[in-house]
């Protein structure tokens, strides 16, 4: 017979598991409408060719996916439309 400490260990294990299925699968969700919640990740070179530059790398907390300076992305928005360097490459 199981100690009934067990079975509530089980029980409360097991709704923590489906309570993190839920919020991936919200998260998700709001990941495919494009709703990102980005974490700075590290860096890459400039795109602009800019030496003494880089571009910021994103990842996101809840899917997992990388911004490496896609148009569209919170490191392209940063690069070239809040960077004040003059494109020139």
Request: aromatic fraction near 14%; proline fraction near 2%; glycine fraction near 12%.
């Amino acid at each position: 017979m199981v100690p009934i400490s067990c079975v509530i260990c089980i029980r409360v294990f097991m709704l923590l598991i489906d309570l993190i299925k839920e919020a991936t699968t919200f998260g998700s969700a709001a990941c495919s409408e494009g709703n990102h919640e980005w974490l700075f990740e590290g860096g890459r070179g400039c795109p602009k060719g800019y030496e003494d530059c880089s571009q910021t790398v994103y990842r996101c907390t809840v899917c997992g996916e990388y911004d490496y300076g896609y148009a569209g992305g919170a490191a392209w928005d940063e690069c070239f439309i809040k960077c004040t360097l003059e494109f020139n490459v």
